[in-house]
């Protein structure tokens, strides 16, 4: 249920920009990080992992890693033989391979050792027979009929067989509507893979209660304690009421620490198995391997449009290449066909999407999942269209955005939507007008716009229960401690949950205490993915903390013989509204509340409501709520070199209501930068299957030198749905940013760069082309062939008035 | 064949003004030895190679990789770590200007990035912004964008020198 808050005006702490709560332990080197535990007794953890992309095991031999003095367990496939994975339909991991490696990097044994040194000898002397496989290496790869399967226990012939997913819908009368076109265009985009580069690398650190009592503890630098606690008590087979987990501020996650991992079953089922404390630091190589980042992308988008330049039909076809394990692939799949039709009105639309295996790291969720690449493509193709229609390729935008409280073609719930204003601010904050297309040679501005989920809609089990829950405790002293499972990864969850709360009860952030992420202490949310946390946990806080209130206001009522609705809670006091003279301080109120109603202690939890399409697939995309983000950027690129020099990027976020400004504010410049880097340098390079550049030099992201100026600007809709109004930040002006600087290119030299990161030798082989009279372009040419079936049909959403329905 | 890997020698290290003799594996970094040996886990690692800047200590006053250091190296030398910034349990205008601009979002690029920005404000008291990104281009970040940290350092430049 949605829950309502009260006062929206006139907020004391919400909506200021307090130093978040978690910001002087994190200077002073207070934080304590995974890879910071030490326990008594604590052995090292380590993998060993696949020199082969693809490679039948033959025999594993450890007899002479467990002779080495020091080393104390030593784990195989064998050891964990039961099956897991993230989603329930793609449960097609081991904790260490059975039988086959998938990739280069796949984990195939485990040791535990007095220390490192120990630990690493202990992996040379483990002896692995293998049999390599012929390996696929590519979506062509994956394509071709004749090379052996990668998911050994599925069945297929042919061309398809190496198909994780597929989906193919169409949302009214596609034909018809590229009937009434009088324009008909068509492109195809690759967008290249790249990872997630979390500063912190992945560690756990596990022990062991011995039985009776047989207690297991993890702790991890993991964004979803809840999965992890679900997928260690599958693969342990132990009762989940035997397994704490416990996520500590994770040192950057951006999606990528959002899969239950090896490390993590195995520093568990060591410490079982030795009875002394294990910890697993995954090396930076290794982070590479663990990846779950941005699955690359060949797509190709069909767009109709009359004339006027009113859009009449979409469709859009996508291919993932999933790496080797399923992951959030069923739902990435889905992702790239999903929120195309949340900016913009498209009257009828045909989405085909199909995610294959291959010999690579698993692709997974990063910042964004499964969107970024279908906006990139969906903004470029607009920005050339606006150009042969010669409308201005903000005008096209604004002849076709999606209304406020509107259905999408594919059944999404649109409520607030201040896309039109985010790009009324951009184009006026950069000086568009007089700079598209009137900029000197060389120089150029580009404009694109995104939207993303404020949580998805549905847990990613199925189930009908609370996607959050909080408790609040104040103790007599007037203490107030709140309980939730929701992890900080940076994102600022911690503070946003202590000012919501703050701001219900009348106090400041740092007067409340916070337990957080702790599967024994804390109730449940389902982690920091897809946005959801300041939407969901935010919600059942303000929930809790109205009905704290409402037990302190009842004591205070009738201590002072004040009613209830006259009274007030600001700055540590409860007072009467219409005399703020009458009243008693926090402390004394609880006083009065303790003995009145106790115990002071309460509870609130969110759903969203129910929103998923009446249609297979239709549960990817819907959210109670949608960002928007519209940018400009601006940038020099050199004719000779093909170097960009991004210099000014201006960008408005539709937040809804900013619960504490500077977080918002450096959740989009985050986003921007970490598009600049997706957009125009970070990838994933493999040579015949073996990634390239597993190390941060190689992998380059930008750097001080590289990072331009950004303007942020927040345009606040008030979300009648949101905590105070709130919706999400943390991903969704990643969005238009990518496509944004391709568009600047093109404005700046004339030439499209259809593929991500525009790197200076594409542009060169852009303007190479040009000069020899030819396309002027540098991107894919076609999409390998497949058979994406019949689509399932589904009818338009009854368009009744939202409006009406549900606005303010 | 057991590595002889715990054949440990005594050093003696001044970290943060105070004296450690600590047993240590000659071969392991400055790094490892401040984070296992002397227990002071706020000083992080993000590739133990020397690419990232998340190990930047003050060695001598110049900001160094501590993964790229043997703590036998920096035996004699005066060490700093981010546990040394604050004094008396008041915090350093670099911690105090890192909360106000958002300067941490996850945290773990922080301490090696307060280092550097130390290091800068010592030698340079009043850093122009392309002087501060050149001073912290070797520290990376993957969350803010750097350019809370610009404005943290130049707050706190700012006050610095007002005190001063």
């Not at chain 1, 059942?540 to 002072?560: G, I, N, P, T, Y």
């Not at chain 2, 001073?135 to 969350?143: F, I, K, Q, S, T």
Request: charge should be negative; hydrophobic fraction near 40%.
């Amino acid at each position: 249920m949605a829950v309502t808050t009260e006062p929206k005006q006139g907020t004391a702490v919400v909506g200021g920009s307090d130093p978040k709560i978690d910001a002087h332990a994190k200077a002073t080197g207070q934080t304590v990080y995974a890879d910071d535990i030490h326990l008594p007794r604590m052995l090292v953890g380590r993998l060993l992992r696949s020199p082969h992309r693809h490679a039948k095991i033959l025999g594993i031999d450890v007899s002479r890693a467990s002779a080495l003095p020091g080393v104390h367990g030593i784990l195989t496939g064998a050891d964990l033989p039961i099956r897991y994975g993230i989603m329930p339909v793609a449960q097609d991991e081991h904790a260490l391979a059975i039988e086959k490696v998938r990739f280069h990097g796949d984990p195939v044994a485990a040791v535990a050792a007095i220390d490192e040194e120990t630990a690493d000898e202990a992996l040379r002397l483990i002896e692995v027979e293998y049999e390599e496989l012929a390996p696929i290496s590519s979506i062509a790869d994956a394509m071709k009929p004749d090379l052996p399967l990668i998911d050994s226990d599925r069945h297929g012939e042919g061309v398809g067989r190496q198909v994780n997913r597929k989906g193919t819908l169409e949302f009214g009368d596609v034909d018809g509507g590229f009937a009434r076109a009088d324009h008909t265009y068509e492109d195809l985009f690759f967008f290249e893979g790249n990872t997630h580069l979390p500063m912190e690398e992945h560690a756990a650190v596990a022990q062991w209660e011995p039985e009776p009592r047989g207690r297991l503890t993890v702790w991890s630098s993991t964004q979803v304690p809840h999965y992890l606690h679900r997928t260690l008590a599958k693969v342990l087979e132990l009762a989940p009421n035997r397994i704490r987990v416990i996520a500590t501020p994770v040192g950057g996650g951006f999606g990528g620490k959002s899969d239950p991992f090896s490390h993590e079953i195995c520093a568990a089922r060591l410490a079982t198995l030795t009875g002394r404390p294990v910890k697993f630091t995954l090396t930076r190589e290794e982070v590479f391997y663990a990846h779950r980042g941005r699955h690359p992308v060949l797509m190709r988008v069909r767009t109709g449009f009359t004339e006027d330049g009113t859009l009449t039909a979409m469709a859009f076809r996508t291919m993932l290449d999933g790496g080797a394990y399923g992951s959030y692939g069923p739902a990435s799949v889905y992702y790239t066909g999903a929120l195309q039709t949340v900016t913009y009105d498209v009257p009828t639309y045909k989405f085909e999407g199909v995610r294959v295996l291959t010999n690579k790291p698993p692709c997974g969720p990063k910042r964004g999942h499964g969107t970024p690449q279908p906006r990139f493509a969906l903004e470029c193709h607009l920005d050339k269209v606006a150009t042969d229609l010669g409308i201005d390729p903000i005008d096209l935008r604004l002849r076709n955005l999606i209304e406020p409280y509107s259905y999408s073609i594919n059944h999404l719930r649109v409520t607030t939507c201040g896309l039109r204003e985010c790009i009324e601010i951009v184009d006026a904050e950069s000086g568009w007008r007089e700079k598209h297309g009137k900029l000197p040679y060389g120089r150029g501005v580009g404009f694109a716009v995104g939207s993303y989920l404020c949580g998805a809609g549905l847990p990613i089990y199925f189930n009908d229960m609370s996607q959050s829950e909080v408790q609040i405790k104040v103790d007599r002293g007037g203490g107030v401690t709140v309980y939730s499972m929701a992890i900080d990864i940076g994102q600022g969850s911690d503070h946003m949950l202590v000012t919501v709360v703050a701001e219900v009860l009348g106090l400041r952030p740092n007067d409340i205490a916070l337990v957080a992420a702790d599967t024994d202490l804390t109730p449940i949310d389902l982690g920091s993915y897809s946005s959801r946390v300041t939407f969901m946990a935010g919600n059942a806080a303000v929930q809790a903390a109205e009905r704290m209130r409402d037990k302190v206001f009842a004591a205070v009522s009738a201590d002072l013989g004040v009613p209830v609705e006259k009274l007030a809670a600001r700055d540590g006091r409860i007072f009467d509204r219409d005399d703020p003279n009458i009243g008693m301080d926090w402390p004394a109120a609880v006083g009065v509340a303790s003995v009145l109603h106790p115990p002071l202690v309460t509870a609130g939890s969110y759903k969203t409501p129910k929103l998923a399409g009446p249609y297979k697939g239709g549960g990817v995309g819907p959210s109670p709520a949608y960002s928007y983000t519209a940018s400009i950027v601006e940038l020099e690129c050199d004719p000779e070199t093909g170097v960009v020099d991004v210099e000014r990027v201006w960008i408005a976020h539709d937040i809804g209501k900013a619960i504490n400004r500077v977080s918002v504010e450096g959740q989009v410049v985050g986003s921007v930068y970490m598009a600049l880097g997706e957009a125009l340098f970070e990838e994933q390079t493999f040579r015949r299957g073996y990634l390239k550049n597993p190390s941060i030099l190689e992998y380059r992201s930008p750097t001080f030198l590289e990072m331009p100026e950004v303007e942020t600007f927040l345009v606040e809709t008030d979300d009648p749905e949101g905590p105070f109004g709130a919706k999400e930040v943390g991903q969704g002006p990643l969005l238009p940013v990518i496509p944004a600087v391709a568009n600047a290119i093109y404005d700046a030299v004339g030439v499209r760069v259809d593929e991500v990161p525009i790197s200076p030798d594409k542009v060169v082989k852009a303007l190479q082309e040009k000069a020899q009279g030819k396309e002027p372009r540098v991107g894919p040419k076609a999409m390998p062939e497949f058979d994406y079936g019949e689509p399932v049909k589904v009818d338009p959403p009854d368009q009744l008035s939202l409006r009406e329905v549900l606005a303010p | 064949m057991a590595v002889k890997s715990t054949s440990r020698q005594l050093v003696a290290l001044n970290i943060n003004g105070d004296a450690y003799e600590l047993a240590v594996v000659p071969s392991h970094t400055l790094l490892e030895v401040l984070r296992e040996d002397a227990g002071l886990t706020g000083t992080k690692h993000g590739c133990e190679q020397g690419e990232c800047g998340l190990c930047t200590v003050l060695i001598d006053g110049r900001p160094q990789f501590s993964c790229l250091t043997l703590a036998i190296e920096a035996e004699g030398a005066e060490i700093r770590t981010v546990e040394g910034l604050a004094t008396n349990g008041e915090l350093h205008p670099l911690q105090q200007a890192w909360g106000e601009t958002g300067a941490s979002q996850c945290g773990y690029c922080t301490p090696g990035m307060l280092m550097s920005a130390q290091a800068l404000l010592e030698r340079n008291p009043s850093p122009n912004r392309t002087e501060i990104r050149e001073a912290l281009a070797g520290n990376l970040c993957r969350c803010t964008g750097y350019q809370a940290i610009i404005e943290a350092v130049e707050l706190a430049a700012e006050r610095m020198r007002s005190a001063a």
